[in-house]
Structures are given as structure tokens and as C-alpha cells.
């Protein structure tokens, strides 16, 4: 089993920023792709940003030149920093990693998710 544990959100003004963090831990034999998306009230879960192993990143449109995600391969761990945050940021945020994993199975996991609020 896998586990991921996110941390970092919170209230924050507009304009300001906030540094997400999903570090993994458990069986792990290695992760390809880790990344964020986001849930607001009422509306499905969607992509905010992903980055393969390798460092090859995906971003939605909505937070391109404004959020910014890295990894630290050596913790199993992926980073969100979000800057210019909007009202419309406003959601909980969850890690997901996809995973090879003893046994030799690939899988794919969520955190539990961490709010933030964007707001004034």
C-alpha cells in the first residue's frame, strides 16, 4: 500500500501565494507521474498540473504562468507553488501519484486533500 499526505493549504488574499506539498510513502518500487487537481464546490475534480519522472509537465490553461510544479524524486515527493492565487482557485486540492509498487503492480492513489481558500 501507498500512502500520500498533502500539506500547505490554507486562507490566503488574493494575489498571494501558497506552497502545496504531497509527499508518498509505502511500498514503493517507483513513480512515474505525480500531480494536483483540484475540486471546487459543486463542480467534477480536474488536472491543475502533473510532471512525469522524467520532468516533462502538463498545466490547465487556468494556472499557466501563475502556478509552478516541481518533484523530489529522492523523497517521493511533489510540490505546488501557486502565485497570483484567484477567487476562483478556490477548491481542495489532491496529490495523486501513479505508481509501481512491490508486487509488481502499478496503481493509482489519492490524498486525502487539502483546502484552500482564496479569498478576501
Known amino acids: 500500500q501507498v500512502q500520500l499526505v498533502e500539506s500547505g493549504g490554507g486562507l490566503v488574499q488574493p494575489g498571494g501565494s501558497l506552497r502545496l506539498s504531497c509527499a508518498a510513502s509505502?511500498?514503493?518500487?517507483?513513480?512515474?507521474?505525480m500531480g494536483w487537481y483540484s475540486q471546487a464546490p459543486g463542480k467534477q475534480r480536474e488536472l491543475v498540473a502533473t510532471?512525469?519522472?522524467?520532468?516533462?509537465?502538463n498545466y490547465a490553461d487556468s494556472v499557466k504562468g501563475r502556478f509552478a510544479i516541481s518533484r523530489d524524486n529522492a523523497k517521493s515527493t511533489v510540490y505546488l507553488q501557486m502565485n497570483s492565487l484567484k477567487p476562483e482557485d478556490t477548491a481542495v486540492y489532491y496529490c495523486?501519484?501513479?505508481?509501481?509498487?512491490?508486487?509488481?503492480?502499478?496503481?493509482?492513489?489519492w490524498g486525502q486533500g487539502t483546502q484552500v481558500t482564496v479569498s478576501s
Open positions: 495523486n501519484a501513479d505508481v509501481f509498487e512491490v508486487g509488481l503492480k502499478r496503481s493509482e492513489y
Open positions: 510532471m512525469t519522472s522524467g520532468g516533462w509537465t
Open positions: 509505502g511500498s514503493i518500487i517507483s513513480i512515474y507521474t
